[in-house]
């Protein structure tokens, strides 16, 4: 409807990339002359919730969301070094009102995250939907993970059904 959505992290206390951040959106309805006020995404107490990757999917009208979350007293570093209390998950919601209200988010970490894997984060910036053939519709987010040897990985995971169902695709080393 012409409606542009600025999404961001909320760092509430600092810079820093763990404690308590929320996922926020700032909205224009006339062309991203003027925005609105702050909206929460997703607010889960002191956790880290973050990483937006939107996009819409031009077929439903559905704005889907991947992000991720984790606990705001693990620090990049414990999970990188499977020290952390819990591990970066990655969850998904979606918006059938132009970003006003969310679903609850769903947790896709067994379906979309190696066990292998340490950090992981969905984006940065939006995802895509192909508007050609082959996989015509087909939505892909790019993200990034990192592994046993803590070298970075690139990888992307992708939907053919406005998010009913998701899939983890290729992976390819930092530099690959």
């Not at 998010?163 to 390819?172: M, T």
Request: glycine residues 10%; charged residues 25%.
């Amino acid at each position: 409807d012409g409606t542009l959505l600025a999404f961001a992290e909320g760092r509430k206390n600092n810079a820093a990339d763990a404690g308590d951040i929320d996922l926020i959106l700032k909205r224009s309805t006339d062309g991203g002359r003027t925005w609105g006020k702050i909206e929460m995404v997703w607010d889960d107490g002191d956790n880290t919730c973050g990483n937006p990757a939107p996009v819409f999917d031009a077929a439903s009208g559905r704005l889907l969301l991947m992000m991720t979350w984790n606990l705001g007293s693990d620090k990049e570093s414990m999970i990188n070094t499977y020290t952390s209390t819990d591990t970066r998950r990655v969850f998904y919601t979606y918006s059938d009102d132009v970003g006003k209200t969310w679903s609850t988010p769903v947790d896709l970490t067994s379906t979309l995250k190696d066990s292998t894997w340490s950090w992981y984060a969905t984006g940065p910036c939006h995802a895509i939907q192909k508007r050609h053939e082959p996989a015509k519709g087909r939505i892909v987010v790019s993200c990034n993970h990192n592994d046993t040897t803590r070298m970075s990985f690139s990888h992307v995971v992708w939907t053919d059904d406005c998010g009913e169902n998701w899939h983890l695709g290729g992976s390819a080393a930092a530099g690959g």
